[in-house]
């Protein structure tokens, strides 16, 4: 599975911004794809991800009500839109997937816990 982030970048308090993943190579119709962060000096997390079988949609709770996951199936694209960004939002961004079986999500968003496969990360930096 290949995976490739986008769309990160500097914006001010309060701005949006759009990350894409475009993603290729599943070879299983049943997964999940999602986006994870890690801030400096801070332990990687859970933002949020996707079912591909029902697209049901899954969020960490300091994230919801701001950003929204969505996918598109003829492309293979996911994207996560980010509003009203704060300075807690600033890491490096990573597009991943693993197979649902070994997916769990909580309030601290999506876990995987076998098979799971990611891309680059892609840097947000939010300014104060």
């Known amino acids: 599975v290949q995976l490739q982030a986008s769309g990160g970048g500097l914006v001010q308090i309060g701005g949006s911004l759009r990350l894409s993943c475009a993603a290729s190579?599943?070879?299983?119709?049943?997964?999940?794809i999602g986006w994870f962060r890690q801030a400096p000096g801070k332990e990687r997390e859970g933002v949020s991800c996707i079912s591909s079988v029902d697209g049901s949609t899954f969020y960490a709770d300091s994230v919801k009500g701001r950003f929204t996951i969505s996918r598109d199936n003829d492309t293979n694209t996911v994207y996560l839109l980010m509003n009203n960004l704060q300075p807690d939002d600033t890491a490096v961004y990573y597009c991943?997937?693993?197979?649902?079986?070994?997916?769990?999500?909580?309030?601290?968003?999506?876990?995987?816990?076998?098979?799971?496969?990611w891309g680059k990360g892609t840097l947000v930096t939010v300014s104060s």
């Open positions: 190579g599943f070879t299983s119709d049943s997964y999940a």
């Open positions: 991943a997937t693993a197979p649902l079986y070994a997916v769990t999500a909580g309030p601290n968003g999506c876990r995987y816990h076998a098979k799971d496969y």
